[in-house]
């Protein structure tokens, strides 16, 4: 762990030195949580009083997933054992609320919790969607629209909405009632990439799709059935790893394999002209975050290294390009890896005749 005031100085070496493969940290940074070392527990720090860690152990497959609900009391983890605990941070010797449902049973690859702590939904590698109110953990509603499996889930801040994504490409919406998964799910079509990680804003008007051949696709949150994203941003060449939005709604961070993360501007008519990329990882980035003031974004990579940077506000603009025309519309091809649909080319090229820009 690094003090952000003086992060040349030797960071606090918390783990044996073992990989880290899943890391979780409270919004008020007092509570750390990880797994890796022994891929089927958790290790739970208290920074505000740095020492040994306590072991969470419960499952018996490795851990997939790990999430702090967002005032740092509850920490959730889901598993390849089909099962997910859920621990109260200040109190885990009390034992966690294990979450398993009757039957066979799926792993669980990706976790969310709602902000209030009442429900945990988890994506399966059964492609079924399932809804824990944590007074039942043996009783979960489950979707029937089996898909591929999903790798991704959200609940927004305001929980009203819920959402995860599948390896088919597409994200499935619902509702959140006060009984659990709305009448129906509302399909944000993803033309086949397969989802890989989900974000919604704070404001919860919008979620965010990473996929894995690099693109993020920006989606409003209403109930609407086969929506177009309002927008797409392309400029990542490898899968999305990572997706933050900023505190104030403003900005959207995402990771990528390729190495780099990048930062886009919700506030902009077309916020895929806004791409600002930050480059020194010299392999595939895995996570990324926003500081909770706004100020600080920081990245882990396969690397081994950690990077902090402080934005600058606003944003810097995006680098010209100081190209011939065939060459820009060469990248620009190589880059988004089709045509402009017709509904593009009327936006930025209105009143000329449409024609099919790439070979």
Do not use: K
Request: include cysteine; aromatic fraction near 6%.
């Amino acid at each position: 762990v690094w003090g952000l005031s003086a992060p040349d100085a030797a960071p606090t070496r918390l783990t044996s030195g073992a990989p880290v493969t899943l890391v979780a940290l409270s919004p008020d940074a007092r509570w750390l949580a990880a797994s890796g070392e022994d891929p089927a527990t958790l290790q739970l720090w208290d920074l505000s009083a740095p020492g040994a860690p306590r072991a969470l152990s419960g499952h018996t497959d490795r851990i997939n997933a790990l999430v702090m609900s967002a005032d740092g009391s509850l920490v959730a983890s889901g598993s390849a054992d089909g099962t997910v605990l859920v621990w109260r941070t200040a109190d885990p010797s009390a034992g966690p609320v294990v979450l398993a449902p009757r039957g066979a049973r799926s792993a669980v690859n990706a976790v969310a919790l709602s902000a209030d702590g009442t429900w945990v939904l988890t994506a399966g590698q059964d492609g079924i969607s399932r809804l824990w109110r944590m007074s039942e953990p043996t009783s979960p509603q489950f979707t029937q629209d089996r898909r591929g499996p999903l790798s991704s889930a959200a609940i927004s801040p305001d929980g009203r909405w819920l959402v995860t994504g599948s390896v088919d490409g597409d994200a499935h919406l619902w509702e959140l009632t006060s009984s659990g998964f709305g009448s129906q799910p509302y399909v944000l079509r993803g033309r086949g990439n397969p989802i890989t990680t989900l974000a919604i804003d704070p404001s919860s008007r919008q979620v965010a799709s990473g996929t894995a051949n690099g693109t993020v696709r920006l989606w409003e949150l209403r109930a609407e059935q086969n929506p177009s994203p309002v927008a797409e941003l392309r400029g990542h060449t490898d899968r999305i790893t990572a997706l933050v939005f900023s505190p104030d709604s403003t900005r959207l961070l995402s990771g990528s394999a390729d190495g780099t993360a990048s930062l886009w501007d919700r506030t902009a008519q077309d916020p895929g002209t806004t791409q600002v990329v930050l480059r020194g990882h010299e392999q595939a980035l895995n996570a990324a975050a926003i500081s909770g003031d706004g100020r600080l974004v920081v990245t882990g990579s396969a690397d081994g290294s950690a990077r902090v940077w402080e934005l600058a506000a606003p944003l810097p603009d995006p680098a010209q390009l100081e190209l011939p025309a065939p060459e820009l519309i060469e990248m620009a091809c190589t880059v988004a890896g089709r045509n402009m649909t017709r509904e593009e080319w009327e936006r930025y090229l209105p009143g000329q005749e449409f024609r099919p820009t790439c070979t």
